[in-house]
């Protein structure tokens, strides 16, 4: 018998909004400080350099605030762009990997005082979002999408990059905001969910998400045959591409049980 449809998660507009200035907030005081030395790192994300991507997540927060400052996307069926949801997030957002990343090094060339541009970004979007409804549509690269909605997928641009900085200079200690790190994890295991649809395997990712998934007989009570759990951080991490099944499993930073309990198929869920 097939899974029957699961009705979409919610998520409450004024938390995922004082997240996204709260996780903002923390990579600017944590990007202020470093020297050019350090902001010359390279990253584990190709050729980009610590300073390449801390203007990349500026970019991330401003598309917002343009998005904002354009009429508001006629519906399709005419010369609107198509209505996305926020699952079509993690699976649109491949092919513009490239214009993203082009976008990234010219904001950083352009930008050579990094301080400036955040202090900019932050105020524009604190602006944006006092007078925009959570309702209102915005045209971004992917489709129309709703603000409430586009600001969740912020949270995932927020944190998994903090953890790219996190990641490239030792000792940075950028926090995680509670509620922008439960969002980026709740998204990315509706995500899995959405791409392998059933009951029969239990993802656990305490203290914020829980979701079945992948075809199979389905549980109903007990302990369930299938059972994989991990912490956020790590989940984060391989449904980003960031580090693989294989390597969380061998640092035991991963638990996987039953026959079904094997992810390394379905992840990454973005790259």
């Known amino acids: 018998m097939p899974t029957p449809p699961k009705r979409p ?16 907030a923390h990579i600017r005081a944590a990007i202020t400080p470093l020297t050019p030395e350090q902001l010359s790192t390279p990253t584990r994300l190709g050729d980009w350099t610590v300073r390449d991507l801390a203007a990349h997540i500026a970019m991330a927060v401003e598309s917002a605030s343009l998005a904002l400052d354009r009429p508001e996307p006629p519906r399709a069926g005419g010369s609107g762009p198509a209505d996305i949801t926020l699952l079509d997030y993690t699976s649109l957002t491949a092919p513009f990997a490239d214009a993203i990343a082009e976008g990234s090094h010219q904001l950083a060339e352009a930008n050579p005082d990094l301080n400036a541009l955040y202090a900019v970004t932050e105020q524009r979007i604190t602006e944006r979002l006092a007078s925009a409804p959570d309702g209102r549509r915005i045209a971004a690269r992917i489709g129309a999408i709703t603000l409430a909605d586009y600001l969740v997928t912020r949270t995932v641009e927020l944190v998994v990059h903090s953890d790219d900085l996190n990641a490239a200079l030792p000792g940075l200690d950028l926090p995680y905001d509670r509620q922008a790190l439960a969002a980026c994890t709740r998204l990315l295991a509706d995500a899995l ?3 392998a649809p059933g009951g029969s395997t ?3 990712i305490p203290p914020y998400a829980v979701v079945q998934c992948v075809e199979g007989p389905r549980h109903t009570r007990g302990t369930p045959p299938n059972v994989v759990e991990t912490d956020p951080l790590t989940w984060i991490r391989l449904a980003t591409g960031r580090t693989t099944w ?8 991963v ?4 026959e079904r309990a094997d992810l390394s198929g379905l992840l990454p869920l973005m790259a």
């Open 202 to 204: 239990e993802v656990r």
């Open 9 to 24: 998660r919610t998520y409450t507009p004024t938390k995922i909004r004082a997240a996204v200035l709260t996780q903002f």
């Open 193 to 195: 969910a959405a791409k």
């Open 255 to 258: 638990s996987a049980s039953g």
């Open 246 to 253: 294989k390597a969380a499993l061998d640092d035991a930073q």
